[in-house]
């Protein structure tokens, strides 16, 4: 009922910049919170950035001053932009959204697919 897709990955040198994007779709009446989350290899989902319902952002310690996140009520969407970024930023990126279907639903969480960050010379 709900789907979120994320776009915007690629291939990067270290120092470049590149721009994520999440759109959520479906049977959507309110979108609470929504995050992104970052995983490599062999180690758990790491949590990156978040934005509240009213556009305040937070960010873990690592990615301070590099990354922001924003969204677009309007579109249903949570933006990532990544700058100065670093061959450690290397990773499958996931969006995550709190969303409530319908006027009486509960929120529940919903994942994207996933987009792949390559950074390297």
């Known amino acids: 009922q709900v789907q979120l897709v994320e776009s915007g990955g690629g291939l990067v040198q270290p120092g470049g910049s590149l721009r994520l994007s999440c759109a959520a779709s479906?049977?959507?009446?309110?979108?609470?919170?929504m995050r992104w989350y970052r995983q490599t290899p062999g180690k758990q989902r790491e949590w990156v950035a978040f934005?509240?319902?009213?556009?305040?952002?937070n960010y873990v310690d690592s990615v301070k001053g590099r990354f922001t996140i924003s969204r677009d009520n309007a579109k249903n969407t949570v933006y990532l932009q990544m700058d100065s970024l670093k061959p450690e930023d290397t990773a499958v990126y996931y969006c995550?959204?709190?969303?409530?279907?319908?006027?009486?639903?509960?929120?529940?969480?919903?994942w994207g697919q996933g987009t792949q960050v390559t950074v390297s010379s």
């Open positions: 479906g049977r959507i009446f309110s979108i609470n919170s």
């Open positions: 934005i509240t319902s009213d556009g305040r952002p």
């Open positions: 995550n959204a709190v969303i409530r279907i319908g006027a009486l639903g509960a929120w529940s969480d919903y």
